[in-house]
């Protein structure tokens, strides 16, 4: 069981939206920064989003991030078949002094 | 092409060793916090230990403390994972990764993969 809390599955159709969620406590999202990774099966995983809601360069502005209080959301609109992968939320935790991921979440394109 | 490209890993009975390298192309290796970060097959990203930029600072989940060490050769530009009394558990893909900012890691090694089995 992460620290971090993902949906284990999450799925929409082409050119939908979908959210993805990542649930923590005051001791890490609450206070943090967030970051998300892509991970495309058999590779390494790859930043999408930085200090809550950054792209870096290169990353497409269908992909979004926001966090309010110990919650954080990833949001894709305009949903592709090539967005298919696992996704993690990501933080430090200040309590336990150590790097959290979320357990990930599976995104299928339907 | 600014890379961390990474060597090491393979098959190991439980309570060996492995010694992982990651050594870094196209920026200075000194300038960053490193990070390992493992994932057994079909689970989720775990972080293992981090490194600063001088060495100076070190940390360790605590899962590895004590059989794990993490070190850096600023001639090599080179980072490594000392893995000691390796276990079952331990079995897992292992990515060292550039802390860019606010633990934000921008680039990846590509991975390497230990199986700890008898």
């Known amino acids: 069981q992460s620290v971090l809390t993902q949906p284990p599955s999450a799925s929409g159709t082409p050119g939908q939206k979908v959210t993805i969620s990542c649930s923590g406590s005051?001791?890490?999202?609450?206070?943090?920064?967030v970051n998300w990774y892509q991970q495309l099966p058999g590779t390494a995983p790859k930043l999408l989003i930085y200090t809550n809601n950054q792209r870096p360069s290169g990353v497409p502005d269908r992909y979004s991030g926001s966090k309010s209080g110990a919650s954080a959301s990833l949001a894709i609109s305009g949903l592709r078949s090539e967005d298919e992968a696992d996704y993690y939320c990501a933080t430090w935790d200040g309590s336990l002094n150590v790097l959290l991921f979320g357990g990930g979440t599976k995104l299928t394109v339907l | 092409e600014v890379q961390l490209v990474q060597s090491g890993g393979g098959l190991v009975q439980p309570g060996g060793s492995l010694r992982l390298s990651c050594a870094a192309s196209g920026f200075t290796l000194s300038s960053y916090w490193i990070y390992w970060v493992r994932q057994a097959p079909g689970k989720g990203l775990v972080w293992v230990s981090r490194?600063?930029?001088?060495?100076?600072?070190?940390s360790h989940a605590d899962s590895v403390k004590g059989r794990f060490s993490i070190s850096r050769d600023s001639a090599k530009n080179t980072v490594y994972l000392q893995m000691n009394s390796l276990r079952a558990e331990d079995t897992a893909m292992y990515y060292c990764?550039?802390?860019?900012?606010?633990?934000?890691?921008?680039?990846w090694g590509r991975g390497t993969m230990v199986t700890v089995s008898s």
């Open positions: 490194i600063n930029g001088d060495g100076s600072v070190i």
């Open positions: 005051s001791s890490n999202i609450g206070t943090n920064y």
């Open positions: 990764a550039r802390d860019w900012t606010y633990l934000a890691f921008d680039i």
